[in-house]
């Protein structure tokens, strides 16, 4: 990952490949914010003619670059639009200051040093800009063995300046944003990694390596122990692949600890559909069917790095959906975790049964909360598009506070009902449940699929994330082409906020 360090230093002097300074797009053109005063006065006053002239505007991720010619220490000046300028008083919203600071890094690729001084006027601010900044210089290059191709090196290290750089509030927002950005970077791999090298055991084996060196516990039960164990969702949706499934457990505690958190996680490493196959054009994206999964182990590793005063168990089932012989066929009665039978009517709505089983085991722990995170349906991006999330939950406050913490982590998520009068579509003519319903509203269909498997005592949400968890268009503000880290980030504010009694 990029290194990041936090100083005070002048922009105008620090020595750098580029200095990057932020501007506000006014009635008349841009309008310098915050330090990129600092850097206007070495250039006698003509910052905003020059950026006009250039035809900037100060929009929201447009980046300008202006060569300096020697009148400042760095040799290139970019200047990042953060669009209108909030009302007098108040401060930029930090999704603002995240997104900016990701679309300069991406803009700069291929330099070596950067520093960056956006308006950051508390540790909150400090912290976005320092998220957007190690989001913003992410690259998946592993699979790249032609130089030739290459895509250009990530900015390796960022300046990021400030007034107070040694202030306590300061330096432990910079710190959590590393861990936090770390967490998302390593999800995202998860995510991009190809389903040939990425089947159920290595996703359990990359759960393992994570929370290596941390007070982490991971537990890992392969086919044979779920099969005794009862787990038939999971055995189901895995049977018709040669690559067995597992069910991943990790538990951390902190010894002050008082309330408890239940993450749950789809790890679907292929979704071919199984029998009900799905048709190619699909199929590719399928890869990024563990999001979930992936979420719950990297916020997992992020909680026990931070030291949250909270008790986290993570459950990720991992399963390859594939057709063969041995799949399960449409109309087949699979026994859940817990007992309760579904008649699997399509084999493409797999996510459903593997976190039926998961969310039963994780409710027997008696959790003060359950949140999972699922790429559940292709209806999610029909309601929501490709970069929205949907919160769903057993209580209406619980969703709302699940919304909220998304937000403040710089997730879009957006509330959706749960209808009780959709419940009866899933009637099975011979089993407890049926796995498909009504297909108007198939996302909140879902939704009440796995409400079923959670005790209404219980309050829990459910992240439809089929949509932001994987980029399928050109990358934009922190976030790459690719794997995103979805739910990464609200999953660690929603572990802060239980420890704060916000729950
Ligand atoms: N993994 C898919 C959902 C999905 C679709 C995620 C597109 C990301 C992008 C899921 O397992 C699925 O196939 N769902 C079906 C459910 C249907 C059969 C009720 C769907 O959405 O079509
Ligand atoms: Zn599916
Ligand atoms: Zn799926």
Known sequence: MTSL????????????????????????????????????????????????????????????????????????????GLGKAPAEGTAFDPEILRRAAGAAMRALAGLRKVAIGLPCEDPAAVAAVAEGVLLGTYTFDRYRHLSA???????????????SPRERAVRSAVERAAVVAEAVNLARDLVNTPPNDLHPVELAQAAVDAAKALPIKVGVLDERALRRGGYGGI????????????????????????????????????????????????????????????????????????????EVVGWAPMVENLPSGAAQ????????????????????????????DALVAAAADKPDLIVDAATLTGAALVALGRRTGAVMSNDDRTRDRVVDA?????????????????????????????????????????GIFLREFV?????????????????????????????????????????????????
Request: no cysteine; net charge neutral; charged share 20%.
């Open 149 to 163: 191709e290459r895509a250009k090196a990530p900015v390796d290290s960022v300046t990021l300046v400030v007034p």
């Open 406 to 446: 998304a937000t403040r982590a710089g997730e879009a998520m957006w509330a959706m009902p749960l209808p009780d009068e959709l419940r009866a579509s899933l009637d099975s003519p011979i089993a407890d449940l049926a796995n498909i319903g009504d297909r108007n509203g198939g996302m909140l269909v879902a």
């Open 329 to 356: 066929r449409p109309s087949d009665v699979l026994t859940t975790y817990g007992g309760r039978t579904v008649e699997v009517l399509n084999t493409d709505a797999e996510g459903r049964l593997i976190l039926a």
């Open 235 to 310: 055995i189901g949706v895995g049977q018709g692949s040669a690559n067995p499934p597992r069910l991943v457990t990790l538990t951390y505690r902190h010894p002050r600890a008082t309330r408890r958190l239940a993450l749950v996680g789809k790890g679907v490493t292929f979704d071919s559909g199984g029998l009900s196959l799905k048709p190619p054009a699909s199929m590719p994206g399928m890869k990024a069917d563990m999001s979930g999964a992936a979420a719950v182990i990297a916020a997992v590793t992020a909680i026990a790095r931070l030291g949250v005063e909270i």
């Open 5 to 80: 360090r936090v100083s005070s230093t002048s922009l105008a002097t620090v020595r750098t490949d580029a200095v990057v300074v932020g501007v506000a797009s006014g009635t008349t053109g841009p309008e310098l914010v915050g330090p990129a005063t600092e850097v206007d006065t070495p250039l006698e006053g003509g910052l905003l003619a020059a950026l006009s002239a250039l035809g900037a505007t100060g929009g929201l991720e447009e980046v300008t670059r202006i060569p300096t010619q020697g009148r400042l220490g760095a040799g290139v000046l970019a200047v990042v």
């Open 455 to 503: 005790p209404a005592t219980i309050p829990w949400a459910h992240l439809d994330i089929a949509g932001p968890a994987f980029n399928e268009e050109k990358p934009f503000g922190y976030t790459p082409k690719g794997g995103t880290g979805a739910a990464v980030r609200t999953f660690v504010k929603i572990a802060e906020d239980l420890a704060d009694g916000r729950f």
